[in-house]
């Protein structure tokens, strides 16, 4: 009697473990660090935005509108990851982006420092990066 043996030995199947043990222990590192990236990406925007509404505001008025709700800007309540605050006068406002509270961003919390961007009433804009530095290149 013929016995045809068909299928993969122990030590093929153990080779292939192997194979895709290494390739996730390099995969999954990289690929949170992206998901973190694009979650970051939102920042620049929303803080861009909120810069263009104040330079609007000081050509127009000629100092800082320290109260967010005199700006013509729609402000993002509804961000799932991120808050945003205001604080101020009328010749200088900080306008900050941190972690919501219960909620991570790679290895960002709430109590982590947040991305800053200041205006002066002669128009000046100043970026903090916080502890978004890695992900804030061209900010």
Same mark, same amino acid.
Request: glycine content about 8%; aromatic content about 8%.
């Given at each position: 009697?013929?016995?045809?043996?068909?299928?993969? %030995? @122990? *030590?093929?199947?153990?080779?292939?473990?192997? *194979?895709?043990?290494?390739? &996730?222990?390099?995969?999954?590192?990289?690929?949170?660090?992206?998901? /973190?990236?694009?979650?970051? #990406?939102?920042?620049?925007?929303?803080?861009? =935005?909120?810069?263009? &509404?104040?330079?609007? !505001?000081?050509?127009? +008025?000629?100092?800082?509108?320290? $109260?967010?709700?005199? @700006?013509?800007?729609?402000?993002?309540?509804?961000? +799932?990851?991120?808050? !945003?605050?205001? /604080?101020?006068?009328?010749?200088?406002?900080? !306008? /900050?982006?941190?972690?919501? =509270?219960?909620?991570?961003? #790679?290895?960002? /919390?709430?109590?982590?420092?947040?991305?800053? =961007?200041? *205006? %002066?009433? &002669?128009?000046?804009? %100043?970026?903090? +990066?916080? &502890?978004?530095?890695? !992900?804030?290149? $061209?900010?």
């Amino acid at each position: 009697m013929v016995r045809s043996n068909k299928g993969f %030995t @122990l *030590i093929e199947l153990m080779v292939v473990i192997v *194979i895709m043990g290494v390739l &996730a222990v390099l995969a999954i590192p990289k690929l949170t660090d992206v998901i /973190t990236k694009a979650k970051i #990406g939102e920042v620049p925007i929303v803080l861009g =935005s909120w810069e263009h &509404a104040q330079m609007a !505001y000081i050509a127009e +008025k000629g100092g800082c509108a320290s $109260n967010i709700d005199d @700006l013509a800007y729609d402000k993002p309540d509804s961000s +799932k990851w991120f808050s !945003y605050a205001q /604080t101020g006068d009328s010749s200088a406002v900080t !306008y /900050t982006a941190t972690v919501k =509270s219960g909620r991570k961003v #790679g290895n960002f /919390t709430s109590s982590s420092d947040g991305a800053t =961007s200041t *205006i %002066t009433d &002669a128009s000046v804009v %100043t970026h903090g +990066k916080g &502890a978004f530095t890695k !992900y804030l290149a $061209n900010f």
